[in-house]
C-alpha cells in the first residue's frame, strides 16, 4: 500500500541551526502539507503546496519557514534559525486532490518527524 | 472560529470492553469529519471519515462513529478493544470551504489498553 515517508524520524538540533525535514509523498498525489504538534497541543496546519507553490499557509509559518519540491518525489520542510518552541512532530501528508470543501478525497499522513531544539 | 475539542485526554479500557472516544465541533454548517489513529512510531492513519449521507459510518479495524448534528458531536466507538487498539485517536474537521485544505484537528486521546 502506497505511503508517505518521512525522514529523518527524530532530529535533534541545537537553537540557531537550520533544519530540513523530507517527506516523500505519495506519488500520484498533487496536494501536499506540513502539520505540527508541539507535546500536549493539538496537530496544526502548518502549509499546504500545489502547483509547485504555496497554497495556503497558517500564521505559524513565518518567514522561519520554507517549503520546496526540489524534484519529482521529495517535499521539504526547513526552518531556518530553529528556536526553541520549534520544537515539535511535524507531519507530512499528502492527497490525490485538495481536500477542499466539494472534494471528498483523504489526506495520507507520514509518521512524522520529531524535531528537537536544544 | 472552527475548532474541535476531545474532552479525553486518556482513556483505559479493559481486553474486551467496549469504547467510545468523544469529539465536538464548532461549525455553522456540517464539515467533514475524520478519526485519524496514531500508534506508536506510526503516522496518522485515517479510520474513518463522513462527508454526507448516513451518519453512521464504518470504518477500518472494527470502528465506527456516528454524526450528530444536534449535538455536533462524532463518537468514535469499536464494541470490543483489542491491545493493538492501544494508540493516540485524533478528531479532525475537514476542508469547510473551496479555497482552504487544512484540517483542524482536536487534541487527541491516548487510549491504553489492560489485559
Known amino acids: 500500500e502506497p505511503e508517505v515517508t518521512q525522514t529523518p524520524s527524530h532530529q535533534v538540533t541545537q537553537m540557531g541551526q537550520e533544519v530540513i525535514l523530507r517527506c516523500v509523498p505519495i506519488?500520484?498525489?498533487?496536494?501536499f502539507y506540513w502539520y505540527r504538534q508541539i507535546l500536549g497541543q493539538k496537530v496544526e496546519f502548518l502549509v499546504s503546496?500545489?502547483?509547485?507553490?504555496?497554497?495556503?499557509k497558517s500564521e505559524i509559518f513565518d518567514d522561519q519557514f520554507s517549503v520546496e519540491r526540489p524534484d519529482g518525489s521529495n517535499f521539504t520542510l526547513k526552518i531556518r534559525s530553529t528556536k526553541l518552541e520549534d520544537s515539535a512532530m511535524y507531519f507530512c501528508?499528502?492527497?490525490?486532490?485538495?481536500?477542499?470543501?466539494?472534494?471528498?478525497?483523504?489526506?495520507?499522513f507520514g509518521q512524522g518527524t520529531r524535531l528537537t531544539v536544544v | 472560529a472552527q475548532s474541535v475539542t476531545q474532552p479525553d485526554i486518556h482513556i483505559t479500557v479493559s481486553e474486551g470492553a467496549s469504547l467510545e472516544l468523544r469529539c465536538n465541533y464548532s461549525?455553522?454548517?456540517?464539515?467533514?469529519l475524520f478519526w485519524y489513529v496514531q500508534s506508536p512510531g506510526q503516522g496518522l492513519q485515517l479510520l474513518l471519515k463522513?462527508?454526507?449521507?448516513?451518519?453512521l459510518v464504518q470504518g477500518i479495524k472494527g470502528f465506527e462513529a456516528e454524526f450528530k448534528r444536534s449535538q455536533s458531536s462524532f463518537n468514535l466507538r469499536k464494541p470490543s478493544v483489542h491491545w493493538s487498539d492501544a494508540a493516540e485517536y485524533f478528531c479532525?474537521?475537514?476542508?469547510?470551504?473551496?479555497?482552504?485544505?487544512?484540517?483542524?484537528f482536536g487534541t487527541g486521546t491516548r487510549l491504553q489498553v489492560f489485559p
Open positions: 503546496f500545489y502547483n509547485n507553490e504555496i497554497s495556503e
Open positions: 501528508a499528502s492527497s490525490e486532490t485538495g481536500t477542499g470543501g466539494g472534494w471528498n478525497t483523504e489526506a495520507f
Open positions: 479532525a474537521v475537514g476542508p469547510l470551504s473551496y479555497n482552504t485544505d487544512k484540517l483542524i
Open positions: 463522513y462527508f454526507s449521507g448516513d451518519t
Open positions: 506519488s500520484n498525489h498533487l496536494y
Open positions: 461549525y455553522g454548517a456540517t464539515p467533514y
